[in-house]
């Protein structure tokens, strides 16, 4: 935690004295939801650590910049989670990639989204690679048979009808995958 809230607070130093140059503690506090008292321990291990310059403007006011060890560190971080957030996406590629392979060999000609997800373009890429009809649906009840259906990761479970009773979306079994599993393995 305290590595991403000093990431965080280079990146928020970076982009917040770009809009404009006096930064207060509270600006910093705010942008990355911590306390002041926190704020200020991050402020002072930033600078410890030679990545800020903390310089006094006037009694009350101080400026913070990056350092070029500053850049490079906030540069180095970004890289490493552009790199983990990649390798990722290959692997939810791979494992819809499977399953959708595996859906056509088990005779479905189609295959679902139920709801809206992050990871729509893989869904869709991944029925057209394996040769399956790409649908979306936002109700569950539109799903039709030969049908494999991928359950977004912020559809819910149980859906009450405006028209009627509550219902359930389809079952965990042989044709339905739910994206929130496939995350949370991730």
């Known amino acids: 935690m305290e590595q991403d809230s000093e ?11 770009r ?14 939801n911590l306390s002041l ?4 321990v991050l402020l002072k291990r930033l600078s410890q650590k030679g990545y800020i310059l903390v310089q006094k403007v ?22 490493r989670y552009l790199k983990r957030t990649m390798k990722k996406v290959v692997n939810y590629k791979e494992t819809i990639m ?3 392979r595996d859906a056509r060999s088990r005779g479905f000609s189609r295959l679902a989204l ?3 997800s992050d990871l729509d373009f893989i869904i869709e890429y991944a ?24 359950v977004s990761e912020s559809f819910e ?12 979306l389809p079952a965990d079994g042989n044709a339905v995958a739910h994206v929130y599993d496939l995350l949370s393995k991730g």
């Open 98 to 100: 499977e399953i959708a």
């Open 114 to 116: 139920l709801g809206k």
């Open 157 to 168: 479970r149980h859906v009450t009808d405006q028209d009627g009773p509550e219902y359930t």
């Open 58 to 79: 006037s009694a009350r006011k101080v400026s913070y910049v990056l350092t070029p060890a500053g850049v490079n560190e906030l540069a180095g971080r970004t890289y």
């Open 37 to 40: 008292g926190m704020t200020n």
């Open 19 to 32: 809009q404009k140059a006096d930064i207060s503690q509270r600006d910093l506090a705010r942008a990355i």
């Open 127 to 150: 029925a057209t690679s394996a040769g399956l009809e790409f649908t979306s649906y936002q109700d569950a009840r539109d799903i039709g048979g030969d049908t494999f259906v991928f």
């Open 7 to 17: 990431y965080l607070l280079l990146n928020s130093i970076n982009e917040l004295t």
